[in-house]
């Protein structure tokens, strides 16, 4: 909802418990900026807006040193007049000018949706600004447009997308989801300090140390506490940038990144991708909920699909991929429960290693010799859907699309090209470029009738060229990867997609709305995973995380672990198995049989229901993860201890998301337990020794109500 004053230009834009307000002034004069931010965070009135709106600008003795306006009080910062805080747009005209002086031209409300218009004083230059509450969600959604009106080109130096305000204080503290590859999306916490906190990715992709998004608070927990927290929808090159001051005004800065200026021509406008905005007062958990019901209803394409058991073939054959084993693993895979059988790397030419093929995507004669259509005919006669992978964006050198079309990939006109890891990046801004991959992946599908594409993308992007034009490469790969997998859903859109990028490199709302999941890190070691997959469902939906049973000891951290724990890791998200299931004993494979058997049957109360923490990865005590359906009758609990020392009894873990007066009954023992014992004592683990790991679930007690008579600790 949006509320207005008739007169005084205030606008208070309210959501699910949060509230955001800012005051429009039509011609504040030279210098000044024309849109006021008054307030983010717990829902106010109007009049509360207006109150703020009255109080003094400055919260310290002025000085001749300091920005004016400030950042943390601008709604958009441009480069112009006496700021020195950190913009978000920065742009030079054709006369040399490097200053933007905006003024309002006029404000549109319709519903939920805010539009901001602003014009240069001097220049035909627009920025349009644009706001829309989602209703039920608790989401901002801000994006901003740039427009040249005039007939002659502008140099965009810097465009980001929005400048986000938070309350003055003078402690906050940063929450970020960093790490590298194999360690992805560790949540790692920093006070904010006076300076600037710059987070980036400047590979072309959104990269492996840190996820477009950042949260602060002053000393929120789990489940209490404020949190303020923001995302950028965009899978290439980004930057943000928190900035705290003296006098405790915050501000934060994100959108696209990268060096290189480019050109808005003449009559061109450029749509900067959209950031979102949650508020929560009820700590972490909570916020994490309320980003996985935003993803599940405005992001995911199909997020009422329940995601299948899948089984990739890369760590049991390698590149010896050949139809007759492939055909004997998905007959294994078949009798394990398995529902998706998905041929990784190496079915295409001529490709023994990773040094030859990406970019010739036929098939093998010698290893298919009646065609990889026979093979996907016959794992669908088996009664499972089958899919490839694929890595579109790159070319070897050894490859006859290189040979024939050298000029396509990314590289400076008078250098050598760098290779990496024996291959080249296709430049996706050139529109024969994603036409060629959109015709090879849809001829793929179509040929084969594939259910499934796995795509990967297994380096950086480097030297991107901007050419004569000096359009912006970063820029434009980015939306041309986006264009190719647009139309490949157009063209099928029952299609299952998985983004995967050396592991987790490229996980964002800008791929996730065109993706069915993510592949989170190629480290599937499943110690290591805990954490990994802690971070990322601090923003991403369980229906959203891929998580696989791979062989112990694990390939890159050695370690040995049971494979009742390594099922349990994996059952916590979208379970897969990528271990070499033809190598198993009868003993791991009743096993393994009987834990699909049960991820399947509790599939909808994981992949469907709400996620809790119950606490984070330790070393030395039990956490686990609680899912809770969505009518609030089954309970699904996975607990976890990395280690138990000798004489350890059972520990009680407490319970989140269960109701205090209700009862709750354990459907292997029959026990019955009230709501809020489980809440407030915990729920009784017995757990032993190293990697130990236990599945309980729990079914509300239909027509009755807690009492001291029907509980147990």
């Given at each position: 909802m949006i509320e207005h004053g008739a007169d005084d230009g205030i606008y208070l834009l309210t959501g699910d418990d949060f509230g955001y307000a800012l005051a429009v002034e039509p011609d504040p004069g030279p210098g000044a900026g024309p849109v006021r931010h008054l307030h983010w965070g717990a829902a106010i009135t109007l009049d509360d807006a207006r109150n703020l709106d009255a109080r003094p600008a400055t919260r310290a003795a002025p000085s001749g040193s300091w920005s004016q306006p400030r950042a943390d009080q601008e709604e958009y910062v441009v480069d112009g007049g006496y700021r020195h805080d950190e913009p978000a747009l920065s742009v030079e005209f054709a006369d040399g000018v490097r200053s933007l002086d905006l003024r309002s031209a006029g404000v549109e409300v319709d519903v939920d949706e805010l539009v901001i218009r602003l014009v240069d004083r001097v220049y035909p230059f627009e920025v349009m600004l644009h706001y829309r509450v989602e209703p039920g969600l608790g989401a901002l959604v801000r994006s901003t447009e740039l427009i040249n009106r005039g007939a002659e080109p502008v140099l965009i130096h810097r465009a980001a997308t929005a400048g986000w305000a938070l309350p003055p204080r003078t402690d906050y503290r940063l929450t970020s989801l960093s790490g590298g590859y194999a360690a992805e999306t560790q949540l790692t916490r920093r006070p904010v300090r006076i300076g600037r906190i710059v987070l980036e990715s400047r590979t072309g992709i959104t990269?492996?140390?840190?996820?477009?998004?950042?949260?602060?608070?002053?000393?929120?927990?789990?489940?209490?506490?404020?949190?303020?927290?923001?995302?950028?929808?965009?899978?290439?090159?980004?930057?943000?940038?928190?900035?705290?001051?003296?006098?405790?005004?915050?501000?934060?800065?994100?959108?696209?990144?990268?060096?290189?200026?480019?050109?808005?021509?003449?009559?061109?406008?450029?749509?900067?991708?959209?950031?979102?905005?949650?508020?929560?007062?009820?700590?972490f958990d909570g916020l994490a909920r309320r980003w996985h019901r935003y993803e599940i209803e405005r992001v995911l394409p199909q997020p009422a699909a329940l995601r299948p058991v899948l089984y990739n073939s890369w760590e049991a054959t390698g590149f010896d991929v050949t139809a007759a084993g492939q055909l004997a693993l998905a007959r294994t895979a078949r009798d394990l429960g398995i529902e998706l059988f998905v041929i990784d790397d190496g079915w295409f030419r001529p490709r023994d290693d990773d040094t030859a093929g990406l970019g010739d995507w036929y098939e093998v004669p010698r290893r298919f010799p009646d065609g990889l259509r026979a093979?996907?005919?016959?794992?669908?006669?088996?009664?499972?859907?089958?899919?490839?992978?694929?890595?579109?964006?790159?070319?070897?050198?050894?490859?006859?699309?290189?040979?024939r079309r050298p000029d396509w990939i990314h590289r400076w006109p008078t250098r050598?090209?760098?290779?990496?890891?024996?291959?080249?990046?296709?430049?996706?801004?050139?529109?024969?470029?994603?036409?060629?991959?959109?015709?090879?992946?849809?001829?793929?599908?179509?040929?084969?009738?594939?259910?499934?594409?796995?795509?990967?993308?297994?380096?950086?992007?480097?030297?991107?060229?901007?050419?004569?034009?000096?359009?912006?490469?970063?820029?434009d790969h980015v939306r041309g990867f986006y264009r190719v997998l647009d139309g490949l859903r157009e063209r099928h859109p029952e299609l299952l997609i998985e983004t995967c990028a050396a592991g987790g490199g490229r996980v964002d709302q800008g791929i996730l709305s065109r993706s069915d999941w993510a592949w989170p890190s190629d480290n599937t070691d499943a110690r290591d995973r805990l954490s990994i997959q802690h971070g990322f469902t601090?923003?991403?939906?369980?229906?959203?995380?891929?998580?696989?049973?791979?062989?112990?000891?694990?390939?890159?951290?050695?370690?040995?672990?049971?494979?009742?724990?390594?099922?349990?890791?994996?059952?916590?998200?979208?379970?897969?198995?990528?271990?070499?299931?033809?190598?198993?004993?009868?003993?791991?494979?009743?096993?393994?049989?009987?834990?699909?058997?049960?991820?399947?049957?509790?599939?909808?109360?994981?992949?469907?229901?709400?996620?809790?923490?119950?606490?984070?990865?330790?070393?030395?005590?039990?956490?686990?993860?609680?899912?809770?359906?969505?009518?609030?009758?089954?309970?699904?609990?996975?607990?976890?201890?990395l280690s138990i020392r000798h004489g350890a009894r059972g520990q009680d873990l407490p319970l989140a998301g269960l109701d205090p007066t209700a009862l709750y009954r354990d459907d292997s023992s029959g026990q019955t337990y009230s709501g809020s014992l489980l809440l407030h004592r915990g729920l009784r683990v017995e757990l032993r020794g190293d990697y130990a790991s236990t599945l309980i679930t729990l079914s509300r007690v239909v027509g009755t109500s807690a009492g001291p008579s029907r509980t147990t600790s």
């Open positions: 990269g492996h140390e840190n996820q477009p998004w950042l949260a602060f608070d002053v000393d929120a927990g789990d489940d209490h506490g404020e949190v303020w927290s923001v995302a950028l929808a965009w899978s290439g090159v980004w930057r943000a940038t928190a900035q705290s001051l003296l006098d405790g005004g915050t501000h934060l800065t994100i959108g696209t990144g990268g060096e290189l200026p480019s050109v808005l021509a003449a009559g061109e406008r450029l749509d900067l991708p959209p950031s979102v905005g949650i508020y929560g007062g009820n700590g093979v996907a005919d016959e794992v669908h006669r088996m009664g499972l859907a089958f899919g490839l992978w694929v890595e579109p964006e790159m070319v070897s050198a050894d490859s006859d699309l290189y040979r050598e090209p760098t290779l990496q890891r024996h291959q080249y990046v296709l430049d996706f801004g050139r529109a024969e470029v994603v036409d060629w991959a959109l015709r090879q992946l849809d001829r793929l599908v179509s040929d084969l009738d594939l259910d499934y594409l796995k795509w990967d993308v297994n380096r950086s992007l480097a030297e991107p060229y901007p050419g004569p034009r000096r359009r912006n490469p970063w820029l601090q923003v991403h939906p369980t229906r959203a995380m891929a998580c696989w049973v791979t062989d112990t000891p694990g390939v890159l951290s050695g370690r040995t672990m049971p494979l009742r724990f390594r099922f349990h890791v994996a059952m916590t998200g979208v379970l897969g198995i990528g271990a070499d299931i033809a190598g198993w004993t009868a003993e791991e494979s009743v096993q393994g049989r009987e834990l699909i058997a049960t991820y399947r049957r509790l599939r909808p109360t994981i992949q469907q229901g709400e996620r809790f923490r119950l606490g984070a990865p330790d070393p030395e005590r039990p956490f686990g993860v609680l899912f809770r359906s969505a009518d609030g009758e089954r309970i699904v609990i996975f607990a976890f201890a």
